[in-house]
């Protein structure tokens, strides 16, 4: 019997294991960790016959496997990962496993800095709309494998991947890719934005169809200067009007007057979406641009976005206590993604940041913070650095409270206080100081929240 190492014991560890195991492969899970939540999975798979090391340091040589399997959050060139591909054992990202076994249908892959959730959330919801088995997977929904092993095959296939996926996924060829965003993250990973970059473009260049948000800096650099092959037909979106499209007007999707339209075509009004902001109008086109690409009429996009209810952890609406609107943006892990959740809400705002701090262009996350916070409550243990940059900005409105549960007790008093109309749960950072990952967080917030006020 082939025995398969799987690397990193969370969701998409879980599915590969479990996945191996269903194909007859002798399974072996490697975790560091030792928690109890690890303890709790390690019980189950062993109840299904896989056996799980915990506080285990793999070592290829000693193991001998002729399959390596590696979860989204383990590093490729950790000295494990590089050794055993120096001595031949085949290493694959679960992603990577589970395109193998769904390259016989087309598949949606949408990646960025920001944005990726939504977008994802919007395209599944309009296949789906249109009567195709299309779920969504990845960094939402289902994880990879657990695709593979639905009782009903998928018809697309509807994958968020982040670059840590995209890195350990060579062979993924989707018929249509979306790059959402681009912007200075996981530099502590990736080490310089010009290998964070040619990991996502590489998967967009091996897509038949790609798609770019124009309105993006970075990238609409990228397709005015050719500093980066792009192709000539890449398909362009912007939600600030033809005249902001990079490359020709016959490969755009855009807004004007009201309408998501191409040179050719209006498709929908824009106000069906119900979800607020700039960028989420950007979402959406990218959305749109690939169910026309795939060729879905427009009364299935049109009903689809009418009807989408937003995604959890982004600007999502928690509730309304006395004038008062609480939201959940836990998504929020960067700098940008915050700054662009500030600038969506109506001022003045209540702002709770704080977590384990990036790096990363702080400045117009400031600029957003001063023009529309009153006050912001800062958690975790970003907390201090975040203090000492906002007086250095000259935002003195700012308090120290270290956790979740003292931010949402100390929100209303101030928002009452200070006339602000929000409470903005948006905070600039990772979670693994306080919690597991960022839905814990905004899971945390909501409970919080209707556990005072409802």
């Given amino acids: 019997m082939p ?4 690397i990193g014991l969370g969701k998409s560890g879980n599915a590969a294991a479990r996945l191996l195991k269903r194909e007859g492969w002798h399974v072996t899970v490697s975790d560091r960790g030792t928690s109890e939540a690890l303890q709790r999975q390690q019980s189950d798979l062993e109840s299904e016959g ?42 694959l990202s679960e992603m990577e496993l589970a395109w193998r076994r769904l390259n016989d249908i087309p598949w949606v892959t949408v990646t960025g800095t920001n944005g990726k959730t939504t977008t994802t959330a919007l395209v599944a919801a309009i296949f789906q709309a249109a009567g195709f088995h299309a779920p969504a997977f990845g960094n ?24 840590y996926q995209i890195e350990a996924s060579t062979s993924i060829t989707p018929q249509i890719a979306l790059w959402t965003t681009f912007t200075p993250d996981h530099l502590n990973r990736h080490k310089t934005l010009e290998n964070y970059f040619a990991i996502k473009a590489k998967l967009l260049n091996q ?10 800096p970075y990238l609409h650099q990228v397709g005015q200067t050719q500093s980066h092959p792009v192709r000539a037909d890449t398909f362009w979106t912007s939600a600030l009007g033809k005249e902001h499209l990079t490359g020709d007007l016959s490969f755009g999707f855009y807004i004007e007057d009201g309408w998501v339209r191409t040179a050719k075509e209006l498709i929908l009004p824009v106000n069906l979406l119900k ?14 641009a690939a169910a026309r690409l795939a060729g879905i009429d427009k009364g299935a996009i049109a009903t689809a976005i009418a009807t989408f209810p937003g995604v959890p952890h982004r600007l999502e609406h928690i509730g309304t206590w006395q004038g008062i609107e609480y939201i959940n943006d836990s998504k929020a892990t960067n700098y940008d993604a915050a700054e662009v959740g500030l ?7 209540v702002l709770i940041a704080g977590g384990e701090a990036k790096e990363g262009d702080d400045t117009a996350w400031i600029n957003a913070i001063k023009a529309k916070a009153t006050t912001v409550l800062l958690i975790g243990s970003a907390a201090p650095m975040f203090a000492q940059r906002l007086t250095q900005a000259n935002y003195t409105q700012f308090e120290i409270v270290e956790t979740m549960e003292k931010a949402v007790e100390r929100s209303p008093e101030l928002a009452k206080q200070l006339g602000a109309k929000v409470v903005l749960l948006s905070p600039a ?11 814990q967080r905004g899971d945390d917030f909501r409970q919080l929240c209707h556990n005072r006020f409802s």
């Fill in 3 to 6: 025995g398969a190492y799987v």
């Fill in 429 to 439: 950072c990772a979670s693994f100081d306080q919690y597991a990952n960022f839905e």
């Fill in 50 to 91: 896989i056996a799980v090391r915990l506080g285990d340091n793999f070592d290829p040589a000693i193991a001998q496997p002729d399959l390596i399997i590696v979860s989204p959050g383990v590093p490729w060139d950790v000295p494990a990962l590089t050794k055993a591909r120096a001595m031949g054992i085949e290493t």
């Fill in 275 to 288: 979800m607020p902001g700039k960028h989420n109008q950007q979402n959406l086109l990218m959305a749109v």
């Fill in 207 to 216: 897509a038949t169809y790609q798609i770019f948000n124009s309105d993006d």
């Fill in 343 to 349: 600038s969506a809400v109506n001022a003045p705002v």
């Fill in 140 to 163: 939402i929904g289902y994880a990879a494998c657990e695709v593979v092993m639905l009782d009903q095959k998928p018809d697309w296939a509807i994958a968020e991947l982040s670059s």
